[in-house]
């Protein structure tokens, strides 16, 4: 008798614990399953969603321009997954991408930097960051990783926002996108939790002498155009970076993007690398899960 009170009271702490684990996540699934549905409701129809969405597009830009989405995963093209002229300049940048001299260089770093291949012994890993480590009690986006086994190995960190490091990212995306792998982001603990929910709270805060959240421009502004660009969703952010942006002619890491996009607010930006970036970047990873890895990519 004594056994099995004893079998049954360690299944039920078994029971309790597995379900704890499964309910970290919980919320953030709320939060991405609302944004799935919002984005795919917005763009289904941009014509027929004028008066609620779109009230400053004409007519003849929505009929001919704006491109109805409609399978969730076509967001990992940003804009161009709505916009009908920039889809067609992005697919013929695309013939020769400008990135691909930096995937080369990435691929030499991975095989000829101390200590890097054995951190990273599959290459095919961007969408499994970041990952929450509960051990140092912080957010380990891709750069952490890749900075904090250089370090390990007695070499000097890399500078976050471009260069070595951004090359380096973009061989892992590269490799990502090839074995056709998914963002995978993971919330394991209640300390996890709580990182993702600080990271969500600061990227619907206002900010900056223009009072704007990053939400202003990528989930309730999507779609809007500012001058002759169209504004980019929220799901599908973090599928493609490193990305090459034409304004920057060259390759650059989140971090760097995060950074740009605070200026715009008109705010002084965070330091690229922080914890605050990092949490804001769980947020944003979380919120593309299930989507497919498609960088290193293009963006104006």
């Known amino acids: 008798m004594t056994i099995k009170i004893v079998k049954a009271s360690v299944l039920a702490l078994f029971a309790v614990s597995v379900l704890s684990a499964g309910a970290y996540n919980a919320q953030a699934e709320k939060d991405r399953k609302a944004l799935v549905d919002y984005m795919m409701k917005k763009f289904e129809n941009p014509l027929k969603n004028r008066a609620a969405h779109f009230p400053y597009s004409t007519d003849e830009e929505l009929k001919n321009n704006m491109t109805p989405v409609t399978k969730v995963e076509d967001f990992r093209l940003g804009s161009y ?82 260069g070595k490091l951004a090359d380096l990212e973009a061989y892992f995306a590269a490799k990502s996108t090839e074995a056709g792998k998914k963002v995978d982001i993971k919330i394991p603990s209640k300390a996890a939790a ?3 929910e600080r990271g969500k709270k600061e990227y619907y805060a206002q900010r900056g002498y ?91």
Not at 86 to 114: C, F, H, R, V, W
Not at 122 to 131: F, Q
Request: charge should be positive; include cysteine; hydrophobic fraction near 30%.
């Open 194 to 196: 709580e990182a993702y």
């Open 210 to 300: 223009l009072k704007l959240s990053c939400a202003n421009c990528h989930v309730q502004g999507a779609g809007k155009r500012v001058r002759r660009e169209y504004l980019s969703p929220l799901l599908g952010h973090m599928t493609h970076f490193p990305v090459y942006r034409l304004k920057w002619q060259g390759l650059g890491t989140i971090e760097r993007r995060i950074k740009g996009c605070e200026k715009n607010q008109g705010e002084t930006p965070h330091k690229p690398g922080s914890d605050w970036t990092a949490e804001m970047v769980y947020f944003m990873s979380y919120m593309s899960n299930g989507l497919p890895v498609d960088g290193p990519d293009i963006r104006k």
């Open 81 to 162: 997954a709505f916009n009908k002229e920039g889809m067609a300049q992005y697919e013929e940048i695309k013939e020769m991408p400008p990135y691909e001299d930096a995937i080369d260089a990435g691929e030499e770093l991975y095989n000829n930097t101390k200590g890097i291949k054995k951190c990273f012994p599959d290459p095919a890993i961007a969408g499994e960051y970041p990952k929450f480590d509960d051990k140092k009690n912080r957010v380990v986006t891709l750069t952490r990783a890749i900075n904090d086994c250089l370090v390990a190995n007695g070499e000097k960190p890399w500078k976050v926002t471009k």
